[in-house]
């Protein structure tokens, strides 16, 4: 039995000794120009899908087929999602051809994806993949309509495609900005999620958040219990969510953007840095 | 005084008369002074468990109450330090005193004397076994309930003396003050029945022929210990009772605006406040004088000064309680009176520090462990006397007083006047009880306590600050490091080769011989 | 530190920033030489920035009013969208009130030389 | 702070003998005043009086264990025991005791035909200081500093408002405790010009470690001169953000503090018509300039946790830093 033990913690410390070289030899090539090697790219699709597949049980998908869904999801379809997946006879942006993995062409995916499947990619993004979570951007049932209106994709000729794209008005997502629900206290872990949508980890040090360790402004440690914010106003849940919306009205020229933060995202966001003493 | 006779070396074989004794005489007597087994165990009366049991207790409180002062050397070591915030940090200092001076140093003395005056004075047991049996469970439990208020964050943090009026009502609302109030009256109550216990031990149940004087020295110290608890004790008791009174009624005895008066606790609280200190001081003396004989292999020198001296620390303790309150305002001219008490009090120290030197150099000394302990005892406690005698001079008190000087003499003394010569103790009766510990093991632990004892005497710095100045910062490192060595001296289990053991028939029960023991 | 204490401190830092040239603010002053970041630390204390801000390494600075001063050489903007260079951090402490109207950072009346060493405590790598 | 380069310099002392060596000796044997000045002589009989007998015992005590048998004899005797045990004792403490009398008897008696009389309430980790002349008027309010004349004794008439304090001036005189209902007198007499840092010495609560006080000892003119520019009202401001300043600490803090010639007249807190010109804030605990005083006013609950004054974290940045500027105005 010690021997079995012994040779198999023997074979875990080569194993870790062997992957922490492979990533500190920095072999493996990230570029974008060059594709992976056919075992990698398979474990990632596959990785991708199974993923996607396991968290897709419980949505229960909404009648999809009136005329004023797929009306709808077009409008929104055509500015949003044209720049990066293209649609049919519509090539996609200059950057969108540039990314790796390239960003799949939707009336194929309608016929292989399950519409559940489209909703959860859509809503939630995947990780270094380019695919960005509208969760954030769209309404609930804005996410519904597009996923109605890919599902008819593999139906439109180009010409249909560009006959109707040119008869709707796009509706750009920020205008689109889910209501605020209820007077709700907020919730402190769909605001830790929502300080990753908004890139705050982009420029603050947020104690709890992986990755948000930059430095470009000040940190937020023990915001909480700070007595200003920006030196301007007092903190406060209101006056946070004041600051988190519209800060450069209340501090001019500071290099916080105004990031069209939702109203009910900031709350959320508050009630998280509340727990930051 | 004429030497003893020699010790004998074999216990008399013929029995005080002819007739055949009854043949299961033995098996009965053994079965009636059989220990009660497994858990019934908790139910022994006899001095030999209490005692240990009690000894056991006490040290582990010791044991506690010096983490409590490693934390507090932990905040102290930088400046401005954030590791305690000031809630915990007072009510870590105000325990460590009370758990030191009232779960430690008196209980640990007095087990002393419960495990071991017995048998020096040929008694089969204390006088009222089932009182200090009680005595041990009041302190046991009142003890460990009174330390776990730490843990909800409600232990007393008004100091280890508790001053009122912060303590009082208004200015210790919350429940911390009752801790201490209730906790500590109750367990002077257990050390008043130990005491009673012990006078009557000493004076009633000796061995026949054995008169006043040639009672064993440390029984001596014993008796002028107990009959000072029994008067010292009663004062914090009723104090603890007035104030406890005052926070539960609103009865004005310590309220000046209602016609009460703050100094009146301070006097009833240091009028048992420094006999208290000797309280402590004579049993370890008598350890010493008990000690310094087998070390030095002659009998001890001016036994009948020693006496004495005991006797007359226990009657100058009583009139010095107000160097405790020299910048209270008091008029100039009683403080003078205390100011003199305070300095005569150091005579009987020094005669019995002379008589041990007088006894050791007329002897050959064998320095084995309990020796070194002696001389570390010798050492750490003179320079505590002499801090002693200095801050008995009124002006320099001024000064120094709630500073770090005292902080500084009351650990010399308590360190060096109580715990090394019950160290000493502990390798010097262990021999009856277990095998001795490793000699090297022992050593180490003397040198770690020694070293650990030159605290930093530093006048410029208030005490009970809970972060000192940002000036303090080299002197409180160096003390926290100082004081991280003394974290309880490591464990002392082990065998030392001690060649012919005394007799070698050690029965469970209790030792053999009246005289001291040559272990 | 008592008032000649610090007097005599500024001559000396003075007298070094004339020694090497760079005694008007315009170019940076060289940064982390241990004298100056100990300056630094004296000069945080003295002015009692601490009430406000949390400095790390300095005693009893755990302010909670302003932002805490950690990783300010790494920061990309200071103050109100300031960029984050040694003579914008002078320019800052000393006239917080130009950059950023209506902030509660009071003018200090810190001087050139005392600000010069609090920038320099800042930025040492630490 | 001075006593922060004291006690430094403490650290660096390998034993009492090279005091002499270090610049600056820890505030108690460092007299400026003639109440320390005595003491410290006792001090430093004691220390050297002390340090000799524990080297004459420890010797002893080695002698009588190392020493040949035929050498130590002479100690193995009772005679010696009385001797050292009893006559030398009696002798060295009653000179002792005869020294410190006349000592001490020479700080009490010290009395001095005009002296300056000045009262201080100790309060819940602050002091406030009344300068009352001859008859016992009140002649000026402040908190927390204490100026007097170089050579002029100083009546100092100590009561307390809740609890236990103790005021104690190493450099100067030794400590008094201030009880309630009673009134304790300390006569202190500057030899020298200088800043004293004073500390309350009897444990008072929370933040007894940040309940400390200056005493501040000037020539004769530059004392009246000071007193007569403390009784002077508070300044009008002058500036507009003054005047904003001015209007918010008549709102938000005239309950509790005194300014006079301002509709502010609480007396809970401290007297602050003067407070820009003091050396410190909250009781020795921060130097006392605008950034400091804003600090204070917005978050005091965190710098002195369970004092008596609430942070005003209400302001606007704007607003804390006028009512700041107002408050160190008042020089």
Redesign the interface.
């Given at each position: 039995m010690m021997r079995t033990l012994v040779i198999l913690s023997g074979l875990a410390v080569l194993a870790i000794a062997g992957t922490a070289l492979f990533v500190y030899s920095g072999v493996y090539n990230v570029a974008a120009t060059r594709q992976h090697t056919a075992p990698v790219y398979w474990i990632l699709e596959t990785a991708m899908r199974r993923s996607v597949l396991r968290r897709v049980q419980e949505i229960e998908v909404p009648p999809l087929t009136e005329r004023a869904t797929i009306e709808r999801g077009l409008r929104l379809y055509h500015p949003n999602c044209v720049p990066c997946h293209g649609a049919p006879g519509i090539a996609p942006e200059g950057f969108g051809l540039a990314m790796m993995p390239v960003p799949a062409n939707l009336a194929l995916t309608a016929r292989e994806w399950q519409p559940a499947e489209v909703y959860w990619v859509v809503k939630h993004g995947i990780k270094t993949s380019g695919m960005p979570a509208w969760e954030f951007r769209l309404a609930d049932t804005d996410l519904w309509a597009i996923v109605a209106f890919v599902a008819t994709l593999p139906t439109l000729s180009p010409q249909e495609y560009r006959d109707r794209a040119r008869a709707i008005a796009p509706l750009v997502a920020a205008d689109a900005a889910p209501p605020a629900s209820g007077a709700d206290r907020g919730d402190a872990e769909r605001g830790k999620v929502a300080l990753q949508q908004y890139a705050c980890v982009a420029c603050h040090v947020i104690p709890g958040v992986v990755g948000a360790n930059k430095t470009v402004g000040p940190s937020l440690a023990g915001i909480a219990s700070r007595k200003y914010l920006a030196g301007v106003i007092p903190n406060g849940p209101d006056n946070m969510i004041r600051w988190l919306r519209f800060p450069q009205q209340i501090a001019p020229q500071s290099a916080m953007p105004d990031l069209g933060v939702a109203e009910r995202d900031a709350r959320d966001m508050a009630m998280f840095l509340e727990t930051l003493k | 005084m004429t030497p003893p006779a020699p010790l004998p070396t074999q216990l008399p074989t013929e029995l005080p008369n002819p007739l055949p004794r009854p043949d299961d005489e033995l098996a009965r007597l053994e079965a009636a002074w059989k220990p009660p087994s497994g858990w019934k165990l908790l139910s022994a009366v006899n001095n030999t468990h209490i005692g240990l049991f009690y000894i056991a207790t006490a040290f582990a409180f010791f044991v506690a109450a010096g983490i409590l002062a490693l934390l507090m050397r932990i905040q102290l070591a930088v400046p401005e330090n954030t590791f305690l915030d000031q809630v915990l940090y007072n009510q870590m200092f105000t325990m460590h005193g009370t758990v030191m001076m009232f779960l430690f140093a008196v209980p640990v003395v007095e087990a002393i004397g419960v495990l071991l005056l017995p048998n020096m004075l040929g008694a089969r047991d204390l006088p009222f076994p089932r009182l200090s049996a009680y005595a041990y469970w009041a302190y046991l439990i009142g003890g460990v309930v009174f330390f776990g208020s730490l843990f909800f964050g409600n232990a007393p943090d008004g100091g280890w003396f508790m001053n009122p009026p912060l303590t009082s009502y208004r200015y210790s609302p919350g429940a911390n003050a009752d801790w201490w109030l209730l906790g500590i009256g109750f367990i002077e109550i257990s050390a008043i029945a130990g005491a009673i216990e012990i006078i009557v031990g000493i004076l009633r149940t000796r061995a026949p022929g054995m008169s006043l004087d040639k009672l064993p020295i440390y029984a001596w110290a014993m008796l002028v210990f107990a009959g000072m608890i029994v008067f010292a004790f009663p004062a914090v008791i009723l104090a603890t009772m007035l104030l406890e009174l005052e926070r539960a009624f609103h009865w004005p005895f310590f309220v000046a605006e209602l016609g009460g008066d703050p100094l009146l606790w301070q006097h009833l609280f240091w009028f048992f406040g420094h006999p208290e200190v000797y309280i402590i001081f004579l049993p370890a003396a008598g350890m010493v004088s008990l000690i310094v004989p087998t070390m030095a292999r002659t009998p001890l020198l001016a036994h009948r000064l020693i006496v004495l001296a005991l006797a007359g620390t226990g009657f100058l303790s009583f009139g010095l309680w107000v160097h405790h309150m020299f910048a209270t305002g008091i008029p100039q001219l009683s403080l003078s009176f205390f100011s003199a008490a305070g300095m005569a009090v150091a005579i009987p120290s020094g005669i019995q520090i002379f008589a041990w030197i007088a006894t050791m150099a007329s002897g050959r000394v064998q320095l084995k462990t309990p020796a070194l302990f002696v001389l570390g005892f010798l050492a750490v406690f003179v320079i505590g006397g002499l801090t002693g005698v200095m801050v008995a001079v009124v002006p320099f008190d001024w000064q120094v007083h709630d500073t770090y000087f005292i902080v500084a003499h009351l650990h010399y003394v308590l360190f060096g006047g109580m715990v090394f010569p019950m160290f000493a103790a502990f390798y010097y009766w262990i021999g009856c009880r277990a095998r001795w510990p490793a000699r090297r093991i022992a050593v180490g632990v003397f040198r770690i306590r020694a070293l650990a004892y030159r605290r930093h005497r530093e006048p410029g710095a208030a005490r009970r600050l809970v972060g000192n100045a940002a000036g303090a910062a080299g002197s409180g490192l160096f003390v926290s490091m100082a004081a991280a060595f003394t974290g309880d001296g490591g464990s002392w289990r082990g065998a030392e080769g001690r060649e012919e053991r005394y007799l070698g028939i050690v029965p469970r029960e209790s030792f053999p011989r009246a005289a001291s023991k040559g272990c | 530190m008592t008032g000649p204490g610090i007097a005599l401190r500024r001559l000396a830092i003075a007298g070094w920033l004339l020694l090497a040239g760079c005694a008007n603010e315009s170019d940076a002053p060289a940064f982390d030489t241990r004298e100056d970041v100990a300056l630094g630390a004296i000069a945080f204390h003295q002015y009692g920035c601490g009430a406000c801000h949390r400095i790390p390494g300095i005693a009893s600075a755990d302010g909670i009013v302003g932002p805490p001063l950690v990783d300010m050489a790494r920061r990309v903007y200071i103050a109100r969208g300031l960029p984050n260079t040694p003579e914008n951090m002078i320019r800052w402490i000393r006239a917080p009130q130009e950059l950023a109207p209506g902030s509660a950072m009071p003018e200090m009346q810190v001087t050139a030389v005392d600000a010069a060493a609090m920038v320099a405590y800042l930025y040492r790598s630490e | 702070?001075?006593?922060?380069?004291?006690?430094?310099c403490?650290?660096?002392l390998p034993a009492l003998v090279s005091l002499g060596a270090c610049g600056n000796m820890?505030?108690?044997?460092d007299p400026h005043g003639s109440n320390?000045q005595?003491?410290a002589q006792?001090?430093w009989v004691?220390?050297w009086g002390?340090g000799l007998?524990?080297v004459f015992?420890?010797a002893?005590?080695a002698?009588?264990?190392f020493?040949s048998?035929a050498h130590?004899?002479w100690?193995?005797?009772?005679n010696?025991?009385?001797g050292?045990?009893?006559v030398?004792?009696?002798v060295t403490?009653s000179a002792?005791?005869f020294y410190?009398?006349k000592?001490?008897?020479e700080?009490?008696g010290a009395k001095d035909a005009a002296p300056l009389k000045i009262e201080i309430v100790g309060e819940?980790w602050w002091w406030r200081v009344h300068y009352v002349d001859a008859g016992g008027a009140s002649v000026l309010v402040t908190a927390n500093e204490v100026h007097i004349p170089v050579g002029r004794t100083v009546e100092l008439f100590?009561e307390s408002a809740?609890?236990?304090h103790?005021f104690?001036v190493?450099n100067l005189?030794?400590?008094?405790?201030l009880?309630?209902?009673?009134v304790?007198?300390l006569r202190v007499k500057a030899d020298s010009a200088g800043?004293f840092r004073g500390?309350?010495?009897?444990?008072?609560?929370?933040?007894?470690?940040k309940m400390?006080f200056h005493v501040v000892a000037h020539a004769v003119p530059e004392f009246d001169a000071w007193l007569a520019a403390q009784q002077l009202p508070a300044a009008a401001p002058r500036t507009p953000t003054l005047e904003r300043g001015m209007t918010l600490f008549i709102a938000n803090c005239g309950a509790c503090h005194t300014v006079r010639a301002t509709p502010a007249a609480g007396q809970l807190g401290p007297d602050l018509t003067h407070v820009g010109s003091r050396l410190a804030l909250a009781a020795g605990t921060?130097?006392?300039?605008?950034?400091?005083i804003?600090?204070?006013i917005?978050?005091s609950q965190?710098?002195k946790?369970?004092n008596r004054m609430p942070?005003f974290?209400?302001?606007?940045?704007?607003e804390?830093?006028a009512l700041?500027?107002y408050v160190e105005s008042l020089q």
């Open positions: - | - | - | 702070m001075n006593c922060a380069r004291a006690s430094l403490l650290v660096a820890p505030a108690v044997l320390a005595q003491t006792i001090a004691l220390f002390g007998i524990f015992v420890m002893l005590a002698y009588a264990v020493a048998p130590r004899a100690l193995g005797r009772q010696f025991v009385v050292a045990g009893i030398f004792p009696i403490l002792l005791l410190t009398f000592v001490s008897g700080l009490v819940m100590l809740d609890v236990l103790s104690w190493p005189a030794g400590k008094l405790d009880i309630p209902g009673r304790n007198v800043v500390q309350c010495a009897e444990y008072c609560g929370a933040q007894h470690a400390a921060l130097p006392n300039n605008v950034g400091t804003a600090g204070w917005a978050a965190h710098i946790p369970e942070s974290d209400r302001f606007t940045g704007e804390l830093r700041a500027a």
